[in-house]
């Protein structure tokens, strides 16, 4: 049987390999490619000599010159063609494409509302129909952004005109609804109706069950005043405990009495606490009436003398309501309000208690707060939750605060005199105190006639009262900051808060209230939340503290979350002033400040 012969192995091609007759057949096809183009070329060239010799001869014949002119005109039509035909691929491929993209630009450029005109590249294939491709898709990008600016401008300005706890018009958004009512009421002669609704005793709630307890109760209570009211009506709270209703199309006084018996009743209600079976909240109201356009025609003309009629209805009783009448307008006395107050203020038997704010690490202090104590002769030491609200919101209230801040500065200014650093004293202030138009002012004899430097004094504000009023409270906080004062944010765990607006408002400190150090260490959620204030501090470069540390477990638990600064039963109680208090120490030691103590470097 005849052998085959074994055909020579072959090595697989590679990517460095091509194939022996697939590389004869390139090479073939390269030397016909180049023997085209060199034929090709000297076809060129002998039609263009041809050409050349023709027109010669054609002109020659038609002008009489010699050969050389004639040759030398034939080269300058053609020149002047050439650069007509350059013209014109010129502005076929650039020109044209550089005025689209310029049109595109300028509309761009021009718009106000998106990114401008889409202009169709998909034919032009060179670098230009690329601009404008790329251009196309950053007017989609302009306009996708525009659209996220948009919705966030919208949802920032609800925030603004919403409160964020009840979801009720707050006061700016309210002033800017009542404006519109007005005008219609105008135009129909028809009256409205301000009704100021203020909460009798809601701050027990808030001492005696906590600040979440009061904000359920704030909500309920909102959505029941806007449930029971008619759906042309308006609810809106103002700030804290303070709601405020306008009523339309109101024929009479006994339709606005009605209305404000609806509200008082509807409030009364009891409220179940969340979480504490058969732990219920209970408070009342008293609402003063103003009438549009018989008692003013402004906004906050109609609030001022609505407010007025209020605490003539707290006075009488609480639980009702009263119209506003021009005898309101009569100043208060000096002496007003509650007597047994005022004569408690004459003998001087409200005095200030202080307690320390102490450095965990080392013991020392770095501020102190000084707390409101009412000797009374009968009942011993009062704290403000039993008298405060005798005072009202007149003149009798900013005795108060006259009192509580002059005596506060006057201690700082012995201790300084006496060589001790202390660190801030820090003074509370209620609602109705800080929305005071003399309060700036107060603050600033106060620093100033004891000499204190800035930052001596600090001034605690409760997180509802802020947001309560973003804008005012912006503007007020930068009054108190000007006459020396520095602020001290509270509850800042368990009320509504805007992160923008505690950046805004540029407190020195934060504050742990004593409901949220209760539940540590035990309470996953209230170690969830002071690990979260602590963080939102650092973040914004401030210092936290705590109070209500009252076991050994609630300081630890507040030292791991990163909160040294502490104050408590179990560090020092409240006590009056003296010279030297233990906690003190002389002012060469350079006390560092709460803010220094707690600052981020030096949280562990």
Request: glycine share 8%.
């Amino acid at each position: 049987m005849p052998s085959q012969e074994e055909p020579p192995p072959t090595e697989p091609p590679g990517p460095d390999r091509v194939p022996l007759p697939r590389a004869r057949q390139r090479l073939s096809i390269g030397r016909a490619v180049v023997g085209a183009t060199l034929a090709s070329l000297l076809a060129a060239g002998i039609g263009l000599w041809w050409l050349d010799t023709t027109l010669a001869g054609a002109v020659a014949a038609v002008w009489p010159a010699d050969r050389e002119q004639a040759v030398g005109l034939v080269l300058l039509l053609q020149a002047i063609a050439g650069a007509l035909a350059l013209w014109l691929v010129l502005a076929w491929r650039v020109v044209e494409p550089l005025r689209r993209l310029k049109r595109q630009a300028s509309a761009i450029a021009r718009s106000g509302q998106g990114g401008g005109p889409r202009i169709d590249w998909d034919g032009n294939d060179n670098e230009l129909g690329a601009v404008g491709r790329h251009l196309n898709r950053a007017i989609d990008r302009i306009d996708g952004l525009l659209e996220a600016l948009e919705g966030r401008h919208a949802e920032l300005h609800r925030q603004a005109m919403v409160d964020a706890l009840t979801g009720l018009p707050n006061r700016r958004l309210f002033a800017e609804l009542f404006t519109h009512a007005a005008s219609v009421a105008r135009r129909g002669q028809q009256p409205l109706a301000l009704l100021f609704i203020d909460l009798d005793r809601f701050k027990q709630v808030n001492d005696t069950l906590g600040h979440r307890a009061g904000d359920e109760l704030l909500r309920v209570l909102g959505q029941r005043m806007r449930t029971v009211m008619r759906g042309s009506d308006l609810v809106g709270r103002l700030s804290g405990d303070e709601f405020v209703a306008l009523l339309s199309e109101v024929e009479d006084a006994q339709d606005v009495a009605h209305a404000a018996l609806r509200l008082i009743h509807a409030i009364e209600q009891p409220v179940p606490l969340p979480g504490q079976a058969g732990v219920q909240m209970q408070v009342s109201a008293s609402i003063g009436i103003a009438r549009f356009p018989a008692d003013g025609r402004r906004f906050d003309e109609l609030l001022q003398r609505a407010d007025q009629a209020m605490y003539r209805a707290k006075a009488a009783g609480r639980g009702r309501f009263a119209l506003y009448r021009p005898q309101d307008d009569a100043p208060e006395p000096a002496t007003g309000g509650d007597a047994e107050l005022a004569r408690a203020l004459a003998r001087h038997e409200l005095q200030l208690h202080y307690q320390p704010l102490l450095d965990t690490r080392d013991g020392r202090a770095v501020g102190a707060e000084a707390l409101l104590r009412w000797q009374h002769p009968d009942q011993g030491y009062l704290a403000p939750p039993h008298f405060i609200h005798r005072a009202g919101a007149g003149e009798q209230l900013q005795a108060l605060t006259r009192h509580v801040l002059h005596t506060a500065c006057a201690q700082q200014a012995r201790w300084k005199a006496a060589g001790l650093a202390v660190g801030p004293v820090a003074v509370n202030l209620s609602a109705a105190e800080f929305r005071h138009d003399q309060l700036p002012a107060h603050v600033g004899r106060a620093v100033h006639e004891h000499g204190l430097g800035r930052g001596e004094l600090a001034l605690e504000l409760c997180s509802h009262m802020v947001m309560s009023d973003p804008e005012f409270s912006l503007l007020r906080a930068a009054e108190l900051r000007r006459e020396g004062a520095e602020l001290v944010l509270e509850n800042v765990a368990t009320a509504p808060l805007s992160l923008a607006l505690l950046a805004q408002l540029q407190p020195t400190r934060l504050k742990l209230e004593a409901g949220l150090v209760a539940g540590l260490p035990h309470d996953a959620a209230a170690v969830a939340a002071v690990h979260g204030v602590v963080h939102l501090a650092r973040g914004l470069g401030v210092a936290v503290s705590a109070v209500g540390v009252e076991t050994p477990a609630q300081r630890e638990a507040l030292q791991r979350a990163g909160c040294l600064v502490q104050q408590g039963f179990l560090l020092a109680r409240p006590a009056a002033a003296s010279e030297a208090p233990a906690w003190a120490a002389p002012r060469a030691a350079q006390r560092p400040t709460a803010a220094s103590a707690s600052s981020p470097d030096k949280a562990h």
